[in-house]
């Protein structure tokens, strides 16, 4: 991607605190990184959890804006490492799916990379993360990925597979982020549809994933609870 078209599109930037508040409408605030455990990590899964409320997302896609943004320095929805998929011939809450890594205790998508470019990091909660010098770019990763659409999504700029990381690595957001920091998707939405959790979810089917974050105060404004 080299022509000046691509260049205009995805010219990529340093965000400053005062900058991110301004691109995503989110205050952000810096807390420590965890990673005290040294232990290889061969047979540990991720600390941490992204759950989302379907029912009560509005497909705005700022979740998908802010993600790109904090990781890729560009406000682009193909590099978003969360997506929000939409079916115009669907009704309501089936037109809206929100689609996160779900950090599965046995990750295929770290098992079939022939690189082994993926890896769960100690340095950030165990959470899997891709290492961009080994990918070789055979997408094996995305195929193998058992809940579609594949959590695990394809860096068309610079040619890598790239997946939640927690925002550990999310380089464009100057903050100290991770499993016990901030996460943009968590941030951004304007109606807390997402939501950050420790406690390893249901891995059977996808109910501990898609959880009701709606309360009281949702059916108070005119929406329906259930």
């Known amino acids: 991607m080299s022509s000046n078209n691509t260049k205009d599109e995805h010219a990529v930037l340093t965000f400053s605190r005062r900058d991110f508040i301004k691109y ?51 406000i682009n929805l193909s590099l978003s490492r969360i997506q929000v998929v939409q079916n115009c ?11 996160q890594c779900r950090h599965c205790m046995k990750p295929a998508c770290v098992a079939v990379c022939p690189a ?15 290492d961009e010098k080994k990918c070789i770019g055979c997408q094996r990763c995305l195929s193998a990925c058992p809940f579609p659409p594949h959590k695990t999504v394809w860096n068309f700029v610079e040619g890598h597979s790239q997946k939640c990381d927690l925002c550990a690595q999310s380089t464009y957001w100057k903050t100290k982020t ?19 959790t420790t406690e390893i979810p249901e891995q059977i089917g996808d109910s501990g994933y898609y959880v009701d974050l709606r309360g009281d105060e949702w059916e108070k404004i005119g929406f329906p609870k259930d």
């Open 24 to 74: 995503a409408g989110m205050a952000v605030a810096g807390v420590y990184i965890a990673g005290c455990d040294i232990l290889s990590g061969k047979d540990k899964h991720a600390l941490g959890f992204i759950l989302v409320d379907m029912k009560k997302c509005q497909g705005c896609m700022s979740c998908m804006l802010a993600c790109s943004l904090a990781h890729e320095g560009v």
């Open 89 to 99: 011939f669907a009704k309501w809450p089936d037109d809206i799916l929100l689609s």
């Open 116 to 130: 082994n470019a993926l890896k769960p990091d100690f340095r950030y909660g165990y959470v899997i993360t891709v």
């Open 178 to 196: 991770g499993l016990r920091g901030k996460k943009a998707c968590v941030e951004i939405c304007p109606v807390n549809a997402i939501t950050f």
